[in-house]
């Protein structure tokens, strides 16, 4: 019998499946049926934003698929260009709008855009959507330590996520560390470093498939789920979505673990969260 995804707590006592799916870079025509797979293959947890141009096609799929709204666990993102009060609440209306929800299980800041400098506004009014009950829980996408601080300082809410970009390349050791000290679960986008960095030809992720008899995405999927992080691997091909689902059934020796974490080499796929606007 296939083992249940396992779930974590986050620090306002809501639980997230550790394992889902992602949504980025799904084209918006494909998204209804590429959504609808996942569900089939399993998942229940999905990652979309704003910014993806996808929330309808995640919520048609969703509300297609008649599972129960409890079995699931959606989340999306403010993006950049609405960040402040008023344009926060209204950007959190239009995407419950397109995914056809009454309320999320989460929602983030998609990048602290220190240059706006709004991200304490915007988490200010991200308290009040939570408050209204229409956000279960909230949280950070791209907060380095400085953004974190400032929140912590000036905010009364300690974000419940944060999402980071994170694969064994680009693990980001000072705010993994730093978040998980203050109850904030980590996160990683880019689980498989995009198909960018070669992680899938590492010495360290071939030996582990080998001895386990898996692919090396299935691999780097029990690396991260094995090391505490929160994952969505993105794949339009189902036959994927189905190999990065299938995890649940081997577990890494804790040197397979310390290996695949050699493979740390500061190697970002994706932006910097100082700069990208
Ligand atoms: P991933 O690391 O999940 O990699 C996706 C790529 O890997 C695709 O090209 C996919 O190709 C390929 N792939 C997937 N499964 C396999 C497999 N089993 N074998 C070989 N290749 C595979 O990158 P993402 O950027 O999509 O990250 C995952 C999710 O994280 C996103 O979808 C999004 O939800 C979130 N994210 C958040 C960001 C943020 O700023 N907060 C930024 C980026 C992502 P194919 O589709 O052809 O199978």
Redesign the pocket.
């Given at each position: 019998m296939t083992k249940p995804v396992p779930t974590l707590t986050l620090n306002d006592g809501h639980t997230i499946p550790q394992l889902g799916?992602?949504?980025?870079?799904?084209d918006p025509p494909a998204t209804t049926r590429i959504v609808t797979d996942a569900l089939e293959v399993g998942y229940r947890h999905i990652?979309?934003?704003a910014a993806?141009g996808n929330e309808a096609g995640v919520g048609d799929a969703l509300a297609n698929s008649g599972i129960d709204r409890a079995e699931l666990f959606v989340?999306t993102?403010l993006y950049n260009d609405r960040q402040g009060t008023q344009s926060a609440f209204d950007a959190f209306d239009e995407s419950l709008e397109k995914l056809g929800l009454d309320y999320v299980d989460l929602y983030?800041i998609?990048?602290p855009s220190p240059a706006q400098d709004r991200y304490v506004e915007s988490w200010k009014a991200l308290e009040q959507i939570q408050a209204s009950g229409r956000a279960r829980s909230i949280g950070v996408?791209?907060f380095l330590v400085p953004h974190l601080k400032r929140l912590f300082g000036e905010t009364d809410v300690v974000p419940a996520v944060n999402?980071?970009?994170l694969?064994p390349a680009h693990q980001q050791p000072e705010v993994t560390a730093f978040s998980r000290a203050h109850g904030i679960q980590v996160?990683?986008?880019?689980?498989?470093?995009?198909?960018k960095y070669p992680l899938?030809e590492a010495t360290a992720v071939a030996v582990a498939a080998e001895a386990h008899g898996a692919?090396?995405?299935?691999v780097i999927i029990r690396w991260h789920l094995q090391t505490g992080n929160i994952?969505?691997?993105?794949?339009?091909?189902r036959e994927?979505?189905a190999?990065?689902f299938d995890v649940l059934g081997f577990e890494l020796s804790p040197s397979e673990v310390a290996a695949i974490s050699a493979l740390e080499r500061a190697g970002r796929?994706?932006?910097d969260p100082n700069t990208?606007e």
């Open positions: 799916f992602g949504v980025f870079k799904v990652d979309t934003a993806y989340t993102k983030l998609h990048w996408s791209n999402q980071i970009e694969h996160e990683a986008w880019g689980p498989l470093g995009q198909g899938f692919t090396p995405a299935q994952v969505f691997p993105k794949s339009n091909r994927r979505m190999e990065n796929v994706g932006g990208v």
